[in-house]
């Protein structure tokens, strides 16, 4: 198949500054981030639930080092149904390669392996990847040991569940980011309301912002019942 090399989009505003680290081990999982040139490890493997910020470190990692002359590449398994696992080839050649999702192409037999040479590439050439999955590498059921083993050899982190104030500011990002017509009242007043977990409560400001831009209406408090009960 022809090649398709799906580059970060340097479009997508995020940075690291924007990532709104509220303990410790948030903290370290940035700080390894930014050092992970100047370590020996060549693997970083970063999990945890959705919607805790795991792509937006990775997009960050592009935009931080793309500023600083290094060739990064992007690929969301998300969306692995799109392409087959060739498009792997020619990864080895950027210096920083971040796959979101891995753990979507496990027990995937052509996907595992593509992934094996892809790390065994990269660390011939001294060149850097980091992974986020869902979940921990010891839950996973990986069919070929020898891409668990590469993977295992990983600097490893769990991403920790955002607090009530994180919560707020990650919300009241969203809405700047997306630009977004919602007073950002509604922010600190959907937390005491609704689903507390961050991943409703971001597809709860994705329906109030699309109704408002669509209507043209700036939503608030007081007039939050024509999107939402």
């Known amino acids: 198949m022809n090649q398709l090399i799906l580059p970060y989009q340097k479009n997508i505003k995020k940075k690291f500054d924007s990532f709104f680290c509220d303990n410790e081990k948030n903290d370290q999982i940035v700080e390894n981030i930014k050092n992970i040139f100047d370590n020996q490890n060549n693997q970083i493997y970063i999990w945890g639930d959705k919607s805790f910020g795991k792509s937006h470190l990775l997009y960050a990692a592009c935009n931080y080092f793309g500023e600083k002359n290094k060739k990064c590449v992007y690929l969301p398994l998300s969306e692995n149904k799109k392409f087959e696992p060739?498009?792997?080839?020619?990864?080895?050649?950027?210096d920083l390669v971040c796959?979101?999702?891995?753990?979507?192409?496990?027990?995937?037999?052509?996907?595992?392996?593509?992934?094996?040479?892809?790390?065994?590439k990269t660390l011939d050439k001294?060149?850097?990847?980091?992974?986020?999955?869902?979940?921990s590498l010891a839950l996973n059921n990986i069919n070929l040991k020898d891409f668990h083993s590469r993977l295992s050899s990983s600097l490893i982190f769990m991403i920790n569940s955002p607090n009530d104030t994180?919560?707020?500011?990650i919300l009241k990002r969203v809405i700047l980011e997306k630009e977004y017509n919602i007073n950002v009242d509604i922010c600190e007043y959907l937390l005491k309301r609704k689903d507390r977990d961050i991943d409703s409560l971001l597809k709860i400001i994705d329906k109030i912002g699309n109704y408002s831009l669509s209507t043209n209406k700036k939503i608030g408090k007081n007039n939050l019942g024509l999107v939402i009960n």
């Open 86 to 94: 060739d498009i792997l080839d020619g990864f080895d050649n950027y």
């Open 99 to 120: 796959i979101d999702n891995i753990d979507l192409i496990f027990q995937k037999e052509d996907w595992e392996y593509s992934f094996f040479v892809l790390i065994n």
């Open 126 to 135: 001294s060149k850097k990847i980091i992974f986020t999955s869902s979940s």
């Open 166 to 169: 994180t919560k707020e500011n």
